[in-house]
C-alpha cells in the first residue's frame, strides 16, 4: 500500500519517517479514504509506544503522505 522512507525534516533538524501512499493506489478512492483514517487515527493517540504524526499530505494530494516520528 506504502513505502516508508527515513528522512530529515529541515526545519526542525530531526529525522523522520515518511510513508507515501503508492502512486499506482493513488487513483482509488478507497485506498486514499483508508489512508487517511489511518492518519487521522494515529494523530488522535498519545501513548509512549505509538508514533506521533508530524504532518499529513491529505487524501487528494499526490503523492500522499504520512510523516511521523522516526524510532530507531
Not at 48 to 66: E, R
Request: zero cysteines; hydrophobic letters at 40%.
Amino acid at each position: 500500500m506504502a513505502v516508508v522512507w527515513r528522512g530529515w525534516d529541515t526545519q526542525l533538524r530531526r529525522t523522520v519517517a515518511v510513508k507515501v501512499l503508492h502512486a499506482h493506489l493513488h487513483s482509488r478512492e478507497d485506498i486514499r479514504k483508508r489512508f487517511d483514517r489511518e492518519a487521522h487515527a494515529v494523530a488522535r493517540l498519545h501513548h509512549p509506544y505509538i508514533l506521533d504524526v508530524y504532518d499529513f499530505s491529505g487524501p487528494q494530494a499526490q503523492p500522499s503522505y504520512l510523516v511521523t516520528e522516526f524510532i530507531r
